[in-house]
């Protein structure tokens, strides 16, 4: 499926060389697929193999591609779509050896969080989210869901004048383990809103990064870090409703509500990491005077309340 916002519908009917551009960036993510592919199941073996588990089967597989202008933030069709497969899948499985709840709408909603996050970090020119754009999130006993994300633009003022468009192409795996649902006794949501919080506030670094790097004007940046931070709020709000322990990492999740063993890999780079890509991206800015002021002094009050740990 390749899926269009309407103002790049708009630029393809005005005229031929914006269609037939548009047409060819998605045919250049097409025509890579399958080597993306590869690498994102090499991935789920790897991480599957951090976790000990190697029983798990293929339960769901796709890929989509949405084409939007880079300034535009707009993937709610495409992950609206793969929770869609993702929560038919868990009912599916419902009277299974290993059965596995459907998903609530409040993890529905985290989930989508935890795509649009993993397809914008692919779009991110920052060093500080490139690990983000492959996923894996428990979603239920014994059930994963991964994400992978690739991104490419062209940039034609003639034709789409000043910004660039950008096609995205995500792949999206669903895998079943009996053995990871027999060791694990219960799930909870929850685990899916630490992903979400986490990676939130992990593109948060990322855009400082890019700000800094002046890669992003600051309008950009507050309007992006904005929706970040609707992310972090709303996520963290349903895991202290779910008794969530404030002094687990989010690295971790199993360890701060399940009672379950932590997953090594789960979760990709840890919070030390965001935490110094944050703080580098604070100390180049706060070169930068006046016009950035209120950013870095929010920014550093965040780090002060170790924000990003």
């Known amino acids: 499926m390749a899926c269009r916002t309407p103002s790049v ?3 393809a009917e005005k005229t031929k060389d914006a269609a037939s551009a548009i047409d060819k960036l998605e045919k250049m993510l097409k025509d890579r697929a399958g080597s993306k592919k590869e690498e994102f199941f090499a991935q789920i073996d790897q991480n599957f193999a951090a976790a000990k588990i190697d029983d798990a089967v293929q339960v769901e597989y796709s890929m989509d591609i949405k084409t939007e202008y880079s300034h535009e933030f707009s993937l709610d069709k495409v992950a609206g779509v793969i ?3 993702l929560n038919a899948a868990a009912e599916a499985t419902k009277a299974s050896v290993a059965p596995s709840p459907p998903l609530t709408p409040e993890a529905l909603e985290a989930y989508t969080d935890v ?3 993993v397809a914008e970090a692919a779009r991110s020119s920052s060093d500080t989210a490139s690990s983000m754009s492959f996923s894996m999130t428990r979603i239920g006993r014994g059930m994963f869901a991964f994400l992978y994300a690739t991104s ?3 940039h034609d003022e003639e034709t789409f004048g000043t910004e660039a468009v950008t096609s995205t192409a995500i792949f999206y795996r669903l895998m079943q383990s009996i053995q990871d649902a027999k060791n694990q006794e219960k799930f909870e949501s929850a685990q899916i ?3 979400a919080v986490l990676k939130a506030k992990r593109l ?3 855009l400082l990064d890019e700000l800094a790097e002046g890669k992003l004007t600051i309008d950009e940046y507050l309007a992006k870090d904005a929706q970040m931070q609707l992310v972090v709020d709303r996520n963290q709000k349903r895991l202290d409703e779910a008794g969530w322990d404030k002094t687990a990492p989010l690295t971790a999740p199993a360890a701060g509500l399940l009672g379950a063993p932590a997953m090594e890999g789960l979760f990709g780079a840890g919070a030390t990491d965001t935490e110094s890509a944050a703080r580098d991206a604070v100390d180049r800015l706060s070169a930068r005077g006046d016009a950035v002021a209120s950013i870095v002094a929010a920014a550093r009050e965040k780090l002060e309340t170790s924000y990003f740990q």
């Open 9 to 11: 519908d708009r630029a």
């Open 83 to 85: 929770t869609a497969v």
């Open 115 to 117: 795509v649009n996050n």
């Open 152 to 154: 490419i633009n062209i």
């Open 193 to 195: 809103y630490a992903d």
């Open 204 to 206: 948060q670094a990322a």
